[in-house]
């Protein structure tokens, strides 16, 4: 399903792109820089921490144009949620300890990049599509409540997000986001045999065009 | 200016949801169950046993005592039933049982480690001369941090003391929780834990 969504959002990005190209005039959508405000949604892929989408997320970012097709920048971004887990056993994979309880699992990320993006040059000044990978560390905290107990755990790993989407220009200062990405890290919680981190993110901003 | 306060805005916003506190409200009041077991041991190997019908009580406010008798009853009847639904004969400390179980019970301490076995030596508790005074020993490590009510089941074996030379803790239960103020709520969870603790422990069986 998700892979699905993915495929539909490409689509209508590089359609919708290509489609206004044909109205519009042969003008360029040129920029110097921009400052990106999004929100961010994680939808959890692949890994048994959490199974709950965050729509708890926000990403900050800073891209500098060195060339109307490459932009180089910074993104810095965060993401929280939290699940609640029915009461289970859970056993040690020896045979040797089993704990039985429910529990909220808790999980805060931080990821900061270092990003690049890629523009085809499309003949469009309304969209500008971009592929992107943002690459860096990432901050994750990841409690575990249970009862009267708390799991804390918090550790840094490598991250990397390739990324596809598309800038809409609003007007000469502004311009809309949207961009579907995954992410990766090496984030571990060892108590629940987690040894990465992955998720399908989704984001919605603004970009405010600077000189 | 507008950029300005778009990111003083998103700031706040980005710092105010870094944390939140959990929805605790979502979680059961049931005792949370844990057990540890020495994987070396065949439970099918031993046949009877032995359980005091004293609780020892620690508490972090008042010197150590003993549960009352009937709210003590309750918890080690649970124990009984719960061995002998595995095949376990309760015999008296005189008949050389082949397992010592023993319970205890702890509440309102403010300790970050409980070595286990603190309560060996209390009136009523079935160690002494006849296992060659050997003092109980743990085949694995257990920390604890406490900050309300827990109950501790241990099963012992008595049949080996001698020749191994030691007191080996074969099976740990480990129940522990945030009290209600109501001793009956209390109790009948802690029965209900001690029934958890059997169930997810398959392995205690007699053959």
Redesign the interface.
């Known amino acids: 399903m998700k892979a699905k969504y993915l495929i539909t959002f490409i689509t209508l990005v590089f359609a919708g792109s290509s489609g206004f190209a044909q109205k519009e005039s042969k003008s360029s959508f040129e920029i110097d820089q921009l400052?990106g405000?999004n929100w961010e949604i994680n939808v959890p892929a692949g890994n048994n921490y959490i199974s709950k989408t965050s729509l708890?997320g926000?990403k900050?970012e800073y891209r500098k144009f060195f060339s109307d097709q490459f932009s180089a920048g910074i993104a810095i971004g965060?993401n929280?949620v939290?699940q609640?887990f029915p009461?289970k056993?859970y056993?040690k994979t020896?045979?040797?300890?089993?704990?039985?309880?429910?529990?909220?699992r808790?999980a805060?990320n931080l990821p900061m990049m270092a990003t690049a993006h890629y523009y085809p040059q499309l003949p469009s000044h309304i969209f500008k599509p971009y592929i992107g990978i943002g690459l860096g560390a990432q901050y994750s905290s990841q409690?575990v409540?249970?009862?009267?107990?708390v799991i804390e755990n918090d550790d840094w790993g490598f991250v990397a997000r390739p990324e596809i989407g598309t800038l809409a220009r609003i007007n000469e200062k502004i311009a809309g986001i949207a961009s579907v990405g995954y992410n990766y890290s090496t984030n571990k919680m060892d108590a629940l045999g987690v040894s990465s981190l992955k998720q399908v993110v989704f984001n919605v901003g603004?970009a405010?065009l600077?000189d | 200016m507008?950029?300005k306060i778009?990111?003083s805005l998103?700031l706040v916003?980005?710092l105010a949801?870094?944390?939140?506190e959990?929805?605790?409200e979502?979680?059961?009041d049931?005792?949370?169950?844990?057990?540890?077991?020495d994987?070396e041991v065949d439970f099918g190997t031993y046949k009877t046993y032995f359980i005091s019908d004293t609780v020892p009580y620690h508490s972090g406010t008042s010197k150590d005592s003993m549960l009352p008798a009937a709210e003590a009853k309750k918890l080690v009847d649970a124990v009984k039933a719960n061995m002998s639904t595995r095949g376990y004969t309760f015999v008296p400390k005189a008949a050389k049982p082949d397992l010592g179980v023993s319970l205890g019970a702890l509440k309102d301490t403010d300790v970050g480690v409980i070595y286990p076995g603190w309560w060996y030596g209390y009136p009523g508790w079935w160690g002494g001369g006849y296992w060659g005074g050997y003092y109980p020993y743990y085949p694995?490590s257990i920390t604890y941090?406490i900050?309300?009510g827990n109950v501790i089941v241990d099963i012992v074996d008595l049949k080996s003391a001698v020749p191994k030379q030691k007191l080996v803790v074969i099976w740990n239960a480990f129940i522990?929780?945030?009290l209600a103020t109501s001793t009956t709520v209390n109790i009948d969870m802690a029965i209900d834990a001690i029934d958890?603790a059997f169930v997810?422990?398959k392995?205690i069986q007699s053959k």
């Open positions: 400052i405000l708890s926000f900050f965060w929280t939290e609640y009461t056993t056993e020896d045979g040797s300890v089993a704990v039985t309880t429910d529990m909220i808790q805060f409690d409540y249970y009862n009267i107990y603004i405010f600077l | 507008r950029i778009a990111l998103f916003v980005m949801g870094c944390y939140k959990p929805a605790y979502e979680l059961s049931n005792f949370t169950v844990t057990t540890n077991r994987l694995y941090v900050t309300s522990g929780g945030g958890q997810q422990s392995y």
